[in-house]
T-cell receptor
């Protein structure tokens, strides 16, 4: 497809389990971002990739969260030992390297930790 | 530190009314960028506008217009003759550098346009 694709769209898991969320950005976009959106809140920055490297991971809340982008395209957000407070919609966005600030967002992955 | 405040949590208007969504920002930088995004029920945020701190000209795009005032640190968004399809959550955002630095979003304003 032409847009940012995120899978799964919905994920329900139990506390303590490991979760992976996948983002497939728009072809050719070198910048990729992960945001987290809790109910009634705005998106909160987690991590940003420029190519394969994490340019800024200052938003990751703790060491249970990790993200990779090994080939500079698809990215995976990994959450270990999930907690109920991790429940949120995880948004992925991509952009060109033209510094326009125009991010193209996916529809998000809704994570529910029981 | 950068901060974006959208004081209006929810607004409800009748179709064809004009509506203004407020946005107030805080930053120590002299160079920064302001954005508005729309989030329809599908959940996918859609970029509406980007404005840099050196350009205080108001902008109009169809029924949408934006008023940027550095003196009050505000970047308000007006929809003229609102339509039901305008119903969504609208987010104002700030970046203290050009595009590729992380955007800081406000909490959003939920707009409901009633037919």
């Amino acid at each position: 497809g032409a847009g940012v694709s995120q899978t799964p769209s919905n994920k329900v898991t139990e506390k303590g389990k490991y979760v992976e969320l996948r983002c497939d950005p728009i072809s050719g976009h070198t910048a990729l971002y992960w945001y987290r959106q809790s109910l009634g809140q705005g998106p909160e920055f987690l991590i940003y990739f420029q190519g394969t490297g994490a340019a800024d991971d200052s938003g990751l809340p703790n060491d249970r969260f990790f993200a990779v982008r090994p080939e500079g395209s698809v990215s995976t957000l990994k959450i270990q030992r999930t907690e109920r407070g991790d429940s949120a919609v995880y948004l992925c966005a991509s952009s060109t390297n033209l510094n326009t600030g125009e991010l193209f967002f996916g529809e998000g992955s809704r994570l529910t930790v029981l | 530190a950068q901060k974006v405040t959208q004081a209006q949590t929810e607004i409800s208007v009748v179709e064809k009314e004009d509506v203004t969504l407020d946005c107030v920002y805080e930053t120590r930088d002299t160079t920064y960028y302001l954005f508005w995004y729309k989030q329809p029920p599908s959940g996918e945020l859609v970029f509406l506008i980007r404005r840099n701190s050196f350009d205080e000209q108001n902008e109009i795009s169809g029924r949408y217009s934006w008023n940027f005032q550095k003196s009050t640190s505000s970047f308000n968004f007006t929809i003229t003759a609102s339509q039901v399809v305008d119903s969504a959550v609208y987010f104002c955002a700030l970046s203290e550098d050009s595009g590729n630095t992380p955007l800081v979003f406000g909490k959003g304003t939920r707009l409901s346009v009633i037919a």
